[in-house]
């Protein structure tokens, strides 16, 4: 069974820097894309950053050039390296990954559990 491990939530001050992890364990599927989506209090949850390939990524406009995503193949894990951070991006961010599994020609979407990321003073 695929899981995903979230990791580096937490809260910061305005302006602070935070990076989240994900891991992927017990796939025996291609991971493709992997990216994370946040959801605020009341709001939909909402794409911040995707990549898919080591230098193919896509950002929300809300976050292009403060936030940097990346991903270790090595160890089926994505980062999200989230700098000069404001009151805005506080919410739970949520890891996602897309995994495609040649013995059933099929993809599979995996969410994680959430990491809450608090931006306050």
């Known amino acids: 069974q695929v899981q995903l491990v979230e990791s580096g939530g937490d809260l910061v001050q305005p302006g602070g820097s935070l990076r989240l992890s994900c891991a992927v364990s017990?796939?025996?599927?291609?991971?493709?894309?992997m990216g994370w989506f946040r959801q605020a209090l009341g709001k939909q949850r909402e794409l911040v950053a995707k990549?898919?390939?080591?230098?193919?990524?896509v950002f929300a406009d809300s976050v292009k050039g403060r936030f940097t995503i990346s991903r270790d193949n090595t160890k089926n894990t994505v980062y999200l390296q989230m700098d000069s951070l404001i009151p805005e991006d506080t919410g739970v961010y949520y890891c996602?990954?897309?995994?495609?599994?040649?013995?059933?020609?099929?993809?599979?979407?995996?969410w994680g559990q959430g990491t809450l990321v608090t931006v306050s003073s």
């Open positions: 996602n990954v897309m995994i495609y599994v040649l013995t059933e020609d099929r993809y599979f979407e995996v």
């Open positions: 017990g796939s025996s599927g291609t991971i493709q894309n």
């Open positions: 990549i898919i390939s080591s230098s193919t990524t």
